[in-house]
């Protein structure tokens, strides 16, 4: 039977070196846990059952958590979301969208009390480079 002991020496290496009994403290910190992942791909890969992949299941949490906290993606859920999205990544602001209409016609989109037409679709995945489908619910 395994006893506590048994398992804090070797905790005690693992968190030592990785730092996983805290979230993930910065960038460097977040760096060093991506080349672990990395360096366990890199040897272990091609045996998907070795034990080293609960410990990067592990890391993996640790990483999404600090991924979402400093870079959370935006709502991206609906089509209002991801236009807003778009115009985000593009500097646009509603006025800026003629294939749209009007910038209240926008507002109304980007605030879900409209969908877009497919006129209107078809001229924004040609400006944005996405499928239609990105546009439509």
């Known amino acids: 039977m395994t006893t506590v ?3 804090l020496a070797p905790w005690g290496a693992i968190n030592a070196a990785l730092g996983l009994s805290a979230p993930i ?3 460097a910190h977040y760096a060093e846990l991506l080349a672990f992942v ?3 791909f890199e040897q272990f890969g091609a045996d998907g059952a070795h034990p080293v992949f ?3 299941d592990l890391v993996s949490t640790r990483i999404a958590d600090y991924e979402a906290r400093v870079h959370p993606w935006p709502d991206a859920s609906t089509p209002a979301g991801r236009l807003a999205f778009l ?3 593009h500097g646009l602001r509603q006025c800026d969208l003629p294939e749209v209409g009007a910038q209240s016609v926008v507002s109304d989109v980007l605030a879900g009390r409209r969908a877009l037409n497919l006129r ?3 001229a924004l995945a ?3 480079g996405v499928p239609m489908d ?3 619910a």
Do not use: E, G, N, P
Request: with cysteine; glycine share 0%; charged share 35%.
């Open 5 to 7: 002991s048994d398992v």
């Open 25 to 27: 403290r910065d960038a």
């Open 120 to 122: 209107q679709t078809k």
């Open 87 to 89: 115009m985000d990544q």
């Open 54 to 56: 609960a410990l990067v």
């Open 38 to 40: 990395d360096q366990c």
């Open 126 to 128: 040609r400006r944005f």
């Open 134 to 136: 990105a546009l439509v």
